[in-house]
């Protein structure tokens, strides 16, 4: 019994003075200049409908969105330009990549960033990626030591909290400057409806038009910011992996992959809309600035809330507004503003911790007359989009707001503090009746068939769910589907969990 004291000494000894790499070599690199030298550039350009339009169609399905990154990857002819807070080891990862060095390849010049924060344990695969000579691969705000597993990553980091704590979650995919695709999904198997056992509802959009250069600029910021650490200046040398196993990409063909067919006939079929990029810069990582002090998205957020008249959609699975969130709905409540919010339920959460924070506020928000559902650990199946969840259970990923059915945000960002003040986000707010239809139409969907409505007691605060099926209804009056030990043991942790942290 003495091994695991004795592991934690020898860890401490080989990480407590490990530090950030000083005097890294690294090149600055930019976006391409003329994507209207590419095809995709050419096919893009071919479609616009004004100078300030941008095209804009949503990847409401797993399938589609994966099949729609292949194609980037696929038709880029100069660059691709790849941004994420997390890219898994599984199946659908390795897919993607597969796409990513042939396009490396045919001499595609490839820049990868991934957050460093969920990719312990391999770096010998972004070693190995960023082998070849077309592709770099830098990771941000990285941890020095213990790069073997998470816990050695947090123990080495101990004296650098403040640094670490705070996480780019940016996802974004951009071939040749002229295409891009960005929104809620991380690369991995449950942002695609692949996994057997859990995936997320979600939402991405593929973008064109002159958005796309605004896009570019946020990636250039992070990629080229003090930041960003080449893969090798911070991991150990490591052998090259061995060949991959071929991989079945069989599900990314079909309607799915609508995106390739469009391309390969050169014609977009895209929505021309006036949009706008929200990006947070890379200093607010390091908190060089406080929030207040500049421009962020969660400024840019409160205010479209507030410019609504009618109506208010927020679809979040992390959902914490604190009281300055519950004091901005109770305004637009006051202003015969509509607010309607879908956020997770206990049971369909990944982050428990997370929902410790918003229950807090559910009576309160309850009480100000806001509609508030939560999401179910499994759907209906009356919508056809919701068909691979059939065998797993689903969990709420998409972050979006919808204003007065016309005005969406898509993006990475959730309704919460670490959201607002800690991480950085990006995102599109695009203002277009249509979009705001479609995406009002996902949270009806799920609404009547795959959440329960939660409403108070008559004259208390007790609250209780609703499974929301008309004729066959069912009422719970604690978390649904969810166990006593599991709610105890939350309820022990919550004072534990400031809201700033989850």
């Given at each position: 019994?003495?091994?695991?004291?004795?592991?934690?000494?020898?860890?401490?000894?080989?990480?407590?003075?490990?530090?950030?790499?000083?005097?890294?070599?690294?090149?600055?690199?930019?976006?391409?200049?003329?994507?209207?030298?590419?095809?995709?550039?050419?096919?893009?350009?071919?479609?616009?409908?004004?100078?300030?339009?941008?095209?804009?169609?949503?990847?409401?399905?797993?399938?589609?969105?994966?099949?729609?990154?292949?194609?980037?990857?696929?038709?880029?002819?100069?660059?691709?330009?790849?941004?994420?807070?997390?890219?898994?080891?599984?199946?659908?990862?390795?897919?993607?990549?597969?796409?990513?060095?042939?396009?490396?390849?045919?001499?595609?010049?490839?820049?990868?960033?991934?957050?460093?924060?969920?990719?312990?344990?391999?770096?010998?695969?972004f070693l190995h990626l960023g082998e070849h000579a077309?592709?770099?691969?830098?990771?941000?705000?990285?941890?020095?030591?213990?790069?073997?597993?998470?816990?050695?990553?947090?123990?080495?980091?101990?004296?650098?909290?403040?640094?670490?704590?705070?996480?780019?979650?940016?996802?974004?995919?951009?071939?040749?400057?002229?295409?891009?695709?960005?929104?809620?999904?991380?690369?991995?198997?449950?942002?695609?409806?692949?996994?057997?056992?859990?995936?997320?509802?979600?939402?991405?959009?593929?973008?064109?038009?002159?958005?796309?250069?605004?896009?570019?600029?946020?990636?250039?910021?992070?990629?080229n910011s003090k930041y960003a650490y080449p893969i090798?200046?911070?991991?150990?040398?490591?052998?090259?992996?061995?060949?991959?196993?071929?991989?079945?990409?069989?599900?990314?063909?079909?309607?799915?992959?609508?995106?390739?067919?469009?391309?390969?006939?050169?014609?977009?079929?895209?929505?021309?809309?006036?949009?706008?990029?929200?990006?947070?810069?890379?200093?607010?990582?390091?908190?060089?600035?406080?929030?207040?002090?500049?421009?962020?998205?969660?400024?840019?957020?409160?205010?479209?809330?507030?410019?609504?008249?009618?109506?208010?959609?927020?679809?979040?699975?992390?959902?914490?507004?604190?009281?300055?969130?519950?004091?901005?709905?109770?305004?637009?409540?006051?202003?015969?503003?509509?607010?309607?919010?879908?956020?997770?339920?206990?049971?369909?959460?990944?982050?428990?911790?997370?929902?410790?924070?918003?229950?807090?506020?559910?009576?309160?928000?309850?009480?100000?007359?806001?509609?508030?559902?939560?999401?179910?650990?499994?759907?209906?199946?009356?919508?056809?989009?919701?068909?691979?969840?059939?065998?797993?259970?689903?969990?709420?990923?998409?972050?979006?707001?919808?204003?007065?059915?016309?005005?969406?945000?898509?993006?990475?960002?959730?309704?919460?503090?670490?959201?607002?003040?800690?991480?950085?986000?990006?995102?599109?707010?695009?203002?277009?009746?249509?979009?705001?239809?479609?995406?009002?139409?996902?949270?009806?969907?799920?609404?009547?068939?795959?959440?329960?409505?939660?409403?108070?007691?008559?004259?208390?605060?007790?609250?209780?769910?609703?499974?929301?099926?008309?004729?066959?209804?069912?009422?719970?009056?604690?978390?649904?589907?969810?166990?006593?030990?599991?709610r105890f043991a939350l309820k022990l942790l919550a004072?534990?969990?400031?809201?700033?942290?989850?």
């Amino acid at each position: 019994m003495r091994l695991l004291p004795s592991v934690v000494c020898a860890t401490l000894a080989l990480t407590a003075c490990v530090g950030l790499p000083q005097h890294v070599e690294k090149y600055r690199t930019e976006a391409l200049e003329d994507p209207g030298s590419t095809s995709l550039g050419r096919i893009a350009a071919s479609g616009e409908h004004g100078p300030n339009l941008s095209g804009i169609r949503l990847l409401n399905s797993g399938a589609e969105a994966l099949a729609s990154l292949i194609a980037l990857a696929d038709h880029a002819e100069r660059t691709l330009d790849i941004q994420y807070y997390i890219i898994e080891q599984d199946e659908s990862a390795s897919i993607l990549l597969h796409h990513v060095r042939q396009a490396a390849d045919r001499g595609v010049r490839v820049r990868v960033l991934v957050d460093d924060l969920n990719t312990a344990g391999e770096d010998r695969r972004f070693l190995h990626l960023g082998e070849h000579a077309n592709v770099e691969v830098r990771v941000f705000n990285p941890f020095p030591g213990g790069r073997f597993a998470t816990w050695t990553r947090w123990l080495a980091s101990a004296s650098d909290m403040r640094r670490t704590n705070h996480r780019m979650h940016n996802k974004l995919f951009v071939a040749d400057n002229a295409l891009a695709i960005t929104g809620g999904r991380n690369i991995g198997d449950q942002y695609f409806t692949r996994d057997k056992h859990s995936n997320f509802i979600d939402l991405d959009v593929v973008a064109a038009g002159s958005i796309v250069p605004q896009l570019s600029a946020s990636f250039d910021a992070f990629w080229n910011s003090k930041y960003a650490y080449p893969i090798a200046s911070v991991a150990s040398p490591v052998q090259a992996e061995p060949a991959a196993k071929p991989l079945d990409d069989s599900e990314t063909a079909g309607d799915a992959n609508w995106l390739a067919h469009e391309l390969d006939a050169g014609e977009l079929k895209l929505e021309w809309v006036p949009a706008t990029v929200l990006a947070d810069r890379p200093a607010k990582i390091a908190s060089e600035t406080s929030p207040s002090e500049e421009e962020t998205i969660a400024n840019s957020i409160a205010a479209l809330m507030r410019s609504a008249k009618q109506e208010v959609i927020v679809i979040s699975p992390y959902f914490v507004p604190g009281e300055d969130g519950v004091a901005l709905m109770r305004e637009l409540v006051d202003r015969g503003v509509h607010i309607r919010i879908l956020t997770n339920s206990l049971a369909s959460t990944d982050s428990p911790l997370v929902h410790t924070g918003y229950s807090r506020y559910r009576v309160a928000l309850l009480k100000l007359g806001v509609e508030l559902s939560e999401v179910r650990p499994q759907l209906g199946q009356k919508r056809a989009r919701f068909h691979p969840f059939r065998h797993a259970n689903a969990s709420l990923h998409a972050k979006a707001l919808v204003i007065d059915q016309k005005t969406v945000f898509i993006g990475s960002m959730n309704m919460d503090a670490r959201s607002a003040h800690t991480n950085s986000e990006l995102g599109l707010v695009i203002r277009s009746a249509d979009i705001a239809r479609q995406v009002t139409s996902l949270l009806d969907d799920i609404s009547a068939d795959g959440s329960y409505r939660l409403e108070l007691e008559d004259h208390t605060d007790r609250i209780e769910w609703l499974s929301g099926e008309p004729g066959a209804e069912r009422t719970w009056h604690t978390d649904p589907e969810t166990t006593r030990l599991q709610r105890f043991a939350l309820k022990l942790l919550a004072p534990f969990a400031p809201e700033e942290l989850l």
